[in-house]
C-alpha cells in the first residue's frame, strides 16, 4: 500500500467487478467514486467460478467475465483507471485467475496495482509471495477473520502492511446481524500486528461503516450494496452512496 497516498487516519474502500457494466462505463463509475470521497479502490478481477461472492457479486462476475478476462484487456483498464484516478488500487481476485494465471506478474511488472488481495491464496503461499512483490513495492493483503486459529494469523500477518478483516466468515453480501463481537475482533489483531487494518463484508450503510471505524479499524470496505448499485446503473444513487459514507469518516 502506498501509504503516501491516504491522507486520512481513517479511510473508505470500494469494491468494483471490473468491467462491470462494460469497460468504460466502470471506469466512469470508480472515477466518479473517488472524487466524491473514495480513499481506495478493490478492482473485483471477473471469475467464472467466484464460489465465496454471494448472488449481487456473482451476477456481476457474470456480466463482466464474457467481455473482461484476458490480461490484455485487464491491463489496458487498470492503465486507463490509473489516470483517472490517485489513490491505492487493490486488484482483488481468486487464486486461479490471479495467481495460477500469471496475472499477477503482469499487473506488477506494469507497476499498475498497489496490491493483491487473494481470498483463496493458500497460507503456505503467502510468504514466499509477498517476498517476491516486495521489491516492487506492492502488497500482499490477507484476508482474515477471526475463526481462525492464533498459529494461522500469525502466518497470515507476517510482514503485512495492510490487512482485510471479514466482519464474519461466509459469502459476500450477507446482512450483519450486529457488531457485538467486533470490538474483540479487533483487539485480537490489534494485538497480533502493527499493520493498518480495515474491515469489511455486510457494510451496506454509512452507519454500520461509521460503527466499524469507531471500532478502531483504519479502514472499512464497502462490496456488494455498491456492486448492487452499479447493477442499477443509476450513477446519482451510487454516487450519493459514496458521500454518506464518505461523510461517515469525519
Not at 456488494?224 to 454516487?239: A, D, G, H, P, Y
Amino acid at each position: 500500500m502506498n501509504l503516501n497516498k491516504r491522507k486520512q487516519q481513517t479511510f473508505l474502500t470500494g469494491y468494483f467487478v471490473g468491467g462491470d457494466p462494460d469497460i468504460d462505463t466502470s471506469i466512469t463509475y470508480i472515477a466518479e467514486a473517488v472524487r466524491n470521497g473514495m480513499d481506495a479502490v478493490e478492482v473485483g478481477i471477473p471469475s467464472m467460478n467466484p464460489f465465496l461472492e454471494g448472488d449481487v457479486i456473482t451476477r456481476a462476475h457474470s456480466r463482466a467475465y464474457p467481455h473482461f478476462h484476458e490480461a490484455a484487456q485487464i491491463t489496458s483498464f487498470l492503465q486507463k483507471l490509473k489516470g483517472q484516478i490517485d489513490v491505492p488500487i487493490w486488484a482483488m481476485g481468486y487464486y486461479q485467475d490471479v495467481i495460477q494465471s500469471g496475472l499477477y506478474k503482469e499487473l506488477t511488472k506494469n507497476q499498475l496495482v498497489d496490491g493483491f488481495i487473494i481470498p483463496d491464496l493458500p497460507l503456505h503461499e503467502a510468504l514466499a509471495l509477498r517476498k517476491e512483490l516486495s521489491s516492487y513495492n506492492v502488497s500482499v493483503i490477507p484476508v482474515i477473520n477471526n475463526e481462525m486459529s492464533d498459529s494461522e494469523l500469525g502466518i497470515a500477518l507476517q510482514d503485512a502492511d495492510l490487512v482485510y478483516c471479514q466482519i464474519y466468515q461466509g459469502k459476500t453480501g450477507t446482512n450483519i446481524a450486529d457488531l457485538n463481537e467486533l470490538p474483540s475482533f479487533y483487539r485480537r489483531i490489534r494485538s497480533l500486528t502493527y499493520a493498518i487494518l480495515m474491515a469489511g463484508f455486510g457494510v451496506k450503510s454509512a452507519v454500520l461503516a461509521e460503527q466499524v471505524w469507531n471500532c478502531g479499524f483504519e479502514g472499512v470496505v464497502v462490496g456488494s450494496e455498491i456492486v448492487r448499485l452499479v447493477e442499477t446503473q443509476n450513477q446519482n444513487e451510487l454516487t450519493s452512496f459514496i458521500q454518506e459514507l464518505s461523510k461517515a469518516k469525519n
